[in-house]
T-cell receptor
């Protein structure tokens, strides 16, 4: 069964304190792994897509990496505006179009 | 472009009442999806559509029906609402499942539904 597990559930950081969020997955043929950001009361906002092990993508203070079993979202020198819930999702080659989401990591960055 | 829009934003129903949630996208996307989001459960797929006139079941389809009469619209119906359907509902759309970089789904702002 295709499955996505994110850890930790919640993370508190001081402004400038770098850290990483983990997304572990089991899927029957990975078509893509997606990272989204969700602010309270809003819909998920697309951040990155990763397609193959070893791939990396960056956007401002965020960097996403992918291995055959997990993905990391690295946050370098975070700011309070980075506070949000970060969602990871996988798309299996066998499930056309459908995403399987993890439960998310809620990040709080204190000034 | 407005992207993905959802109507209404909030709704309170009594058990047994019916309602329809409307999703509209102006990006000419082929695929559209309905999810529900509950605390501790993450986003779960209810139904999806791979093109105008098509629909398919997702992970949690029971108690819901959908229709895709026009490419830009995807309707989610609750025929007889139950308290277990209290949730936040999100619509999403994407270019399609094939290909690479066009696979990402774009989400609407959500509809918060309470069933009493």
């Amino acid at each position: 069964e295709d499955q996505v597990t994110q850890s930790p559930e919640a993370l508190r950081l001081q402004e400038g304190e770098s850290s990483s969020l983990n997304c572990s997955y089991t899927v029957s043929g990975l078509r893509g792994l997606f990272w989204y950001r969700q602010d309270p009361g809003k819909g998920p906002e697309f951040l990155f897509t990763l397609y193959s092990a070893g791939e990396e993508k960056e956007k401002e203070r965020l960097k996403a990496t992918l291995t055959k079993k997990e993905s990391f979202l690295h946050i370098t020198a975070p700011k309070p505006e980075d506070s949000a819930t970060y969602l990871c999702a996988v798309q299996a080659a066998s499930n056309t179009g459908k995403l399987i989401f993890g439960q998310g990591t809620t990040l709080q960055v204190k000034p | 472009n407005a992207g993905v829009t959802q109507t209404p934003k909030f709704r309170v129903l009594k058990t047994g009442q019916s309602m329809t949630l409307l999703c509209a996208q102006d990006m000419n996307h082929e695929y559209m999806y309905w999810y529900r989001q509950d605390p501790g459960m993450g986003l779960r797929l209810i139904h999806y559509s791979v093109g105008e006139g098509t629909t398919a079941k997702g992970e949690v389809p029971d108690g819901y029906n959908v229709s895709r009469l026009k490419k830009q619209n995807f309707l989610l119906g609750l025929e007889s609402a139950a308290p277990s359907q209290t949730s936040v509902y999100f619509c999403a759309s994407s270019y399609g499942a094939s290909g690479g970089w066009k696979n990402e789904q774009f989400f609407g702002p959500g509809t918060r539904l309470t069933v009493l």
